[in-house]
Structure formats: structure tokens, C-alpha cells
């Protein structure tokens, strides 16, 4: 069956369209998350996420009111090879679409937004979620929407699931599931790997420290907007691991232990090397003796300062190693990158 194959052929469609396509591991995990028999998309553009939907279930409704979008979305499911979609011009919210479409198992529906906002807003999405909930209610109990990631969980009022999602190592999307679909209450998965931490019920606490372990770990971004850096903390709960949450600054929080952990919802891994004054001579000194030949300043200084500070913490070093360095307050924290 067409909804079988594995498409690595490029979309086509106008810059607009490519620009707001959904990127292919975000497309893919979650056809799987909503792997049904009959699904809809909703607003389904050139249909990135609507081919995929194909390949993980019987059979897609794609739903489109741009008449240009929609001829790009046949176009690209006709190069894909996909057969199983019925793809609709119209108003998803109309009572003339609605009524071509039987019961659904799942509706999915990525809205618009404003392109730029000075702060995003569940109520600025494009049909707004209660009305395609309540447009669509005769017809399913199940519901996904695309939402802007900058949203945090307190401010979605809803009762559903809210996953963030990482990709490759930045922040990329938040998925909302209703009905069935809700498995937490929130969640967040790491792309490509699909390595996920979900939390149910209220809020845990772990240990805090204000001087880091032998090892840090900084999370991926999912994890620490969807308020889940606690629960990651403690899912390493062996007594001899010393896991704590260490807070360097206001844009920098690590995981710390005393033994190396394995996480796929860690973004970086390092070894800490030594704690010390932030004095450029002292460190240069130490990384010249350690054979270091770079340093990356992981701080929120002006680029003035960093590039000074950069090159007095380099001068002369001609090493092969590269050393990371956070700041927190006037302590210098060298640390080194764990390669696996």
C-alpha cells in the first residue's frame, strides 16, 4: 500500500509554502503518534503532514482553503506515489465540507498565526481551537493541533496533552492531543530518536546544588520549556549518582552528577574540569598546561567583551583539545565535551 512507502523526495511549492512546511521527522513521528484508520487535516497547506498521515493510516481527508496550496498538495502526493487521500478546497469549518466526510478517528489541524507577535497566544490561532472542536463534534473525539511552541504549559487552557518538541537540538514544535490521544499532561520528545519524558499530575522536586558534580548535562530545549527538568532529574534516581539541577544562569541550567548518565533528551554532555576565578590569565595558564587549543565562552556577555575575553583565554594555546566555559556569577566553570 501507498501508505508504506518512504518518501525522501523534495516538496514543491511556492517559498511561502516551503517555508511553513513541517520538517519530515516532525511529519513522521507524528503520523505514528495519530496513526488511525480515517484521519483529517485540517489547513493541511502543500501537504507535508498529509502525505504522511497516508503512510501511517488508511486513509487522510486533507482540508485546504487556498486553491493553490491544495493544487501543490495533489501535485506533491502524485510524486510521492500516495493514493489514499481526498484532498478538499473549502473552509474546514464550513458546513459544506463538513458533510463530505464521514466519522473521523482523528482530526488534526495545524492553524494559522500571525507572522510575527510580540508575544504568542493560544487565542491568536486561525481557526481557533474550540470552534474547529466544536465545528467537528458530530464527527470525531479525538484532536491534535500545531501550536506556537513559545506558549507555556500554564498558559494553555485546555485539558489536553502538551508536548514540545525538539529538533535536532532546538525548539521546533508543540503538538496538542485531546480525547484518546492524551497520554500525560505534559510531554517532551526529542528529533530525530524520538526519546520522550511525560509527566501526569503535579509538579516534583529535585535536588538543587550551587556548585556542580564531575558531570553536567544540559537538556534539550523541550524539555526545560515544557517545565520537565525536574522530572528528567529524577528519573536517574540511584543514590550514588548524585543527580542535582544546577542553575549557571538565567539562560543555562544543567543536570550535575558524579557519575556518567545516558539520556537521549540531553543535548550536550560534559566532563567538568575545574571551577576557578574567572581571572584569563589563571585560566590560560591551566589550559596551556591541559594542551587545549580553543575556548567556547558559554555566557551572555556583549560581543565586545566575549571576543576579548576569548582571545586572552587562547592566546598562545596550541592544543588539540576545546574547552567549554559557563560562567556563573565570578566563577569560571571549565568543562569538556564527552564524546560517546
Not at 511561502?16 to 484521519?39: N, S
Not at 487535516?41 to 504522511?52: E, F, L, V
Not at 520549556?225 to 536517574?236: D, N, S, T, V
Request: charged share 30%; net charge neutral.
Amino acid at each position: 500500500m501507498a501508505r508504506k512507502k518512504q518518501f525522501k523526495t523534495k516538496m514543491i511549492s511556492d517559498k511561502d509554502g516551503i517555508r511553513f512546511a513541517t520538517p519530515e521527522p516532525v511529519a513522521e513521528y507524528r503520523a505514528k503518534r495519530l496513526q488511525c484508520k480515517v484521519i483529517a487535516d485540517i489547513s493541511c497547506g502543500i501537504g507535508g503532514q498529509a502525505i504522511y498521515f497516508a503512510k501511517w493510516c488508511d486513509f487522510v481527508y486533507a482540508i485546504e482553503i487556498d486553491a493553490k496550496k491544495i493544487a501543490y498538495a495533489k501535485k506533491n502526493a502524485q510524486i510521492m506515489g500516495v493514493s489514499n487521500i481526498e484532498f478538499i478546497t473549502g473552509d474546514a469549518l464550513s458546513p459544506e465540507v463538513i458533510v463530505q466526510l464521514p466519522k473521523l478517528d482523528v482530526v488534526f489541524s495545524d492553524p494559522a498565526r500571525a507572522p510575527t507577535e510580540k508575544e504568542r497566544n493560544i487565542d491568536n490561532l486561525s481557526p481557533p481551537i474550540p470552534e474547529v472542536m466544536k465545528a467537528y463534534a458530530d464527527k470525531c473525539s479525538n484532536f491534535a493541533f500545531e501550536a506556537p511552541p513559545q506558549i507555556s504549559p500554564e498558559k494553555i487552557p485546555f485539558d489536553c496533552e502538551k508536548e514540545y518538541m525538539s529538533l535536532e537540538g532546538k525548539l521546533n514544535r508543540l503538538n496538542l492531543y485531546f480525547g484518546e490521544l492524551k497520554k500525560a499532561d505534559v510531554s517532551a520528545v526529542a528529533l530525530p530518536g524520538s526519546a520522550i519524558i511525560r509527566k501526569h499530575g503535579e509538579k516534583i522536586n529535585a535536588n538543587r546544588t550551587d556548585k556542580p558534580g564531575t558531570y553536567a548535562y544540559e537538556p534539550e530545549e523541550c524539555v526545560t520549556k515544557a517545565g520537565l527538568l525536574e522530572q528528567l532529574a529524577l528519573h536517574f534516581n540511584e543514590p550514588a549518582n548524585n543527580i542535582s539541577i544546577f542553575e549557571i544562569d538565567e539562560k543555562r541550567v544543567v543536570i550535575t552528577s558524579d557519575q556518567p548518565l545516558e539520556c537521549k533528551l540531553f543535548k550536550n554532555s560534559y566532563k567538568v574540569l575545574q571551577v576557578m576565578d574567572f581571572d584569563t590569565t589563571e585560566i590560560n595558564s591551566y589550559l596551556k598546561q591541559n594542551s587545549f587549543g580553543k575556548v567556547i565562552i558559554r555566557a551572555s556577555i556583549e560581543p565586545e567583551r566575549y571576543w576579548e575575553a576569548r582571545n586572552n583565554l587562547e592566546k598562545e594555546l596550541d592544543g588539540e583539545r576545546k574547552a567549554h566555559l559557563f560562567l556563573k556569577g565570578n566563577d569560571a566553570i571549565l568543562c569538556e565535551v564527552l564524546y560517546h
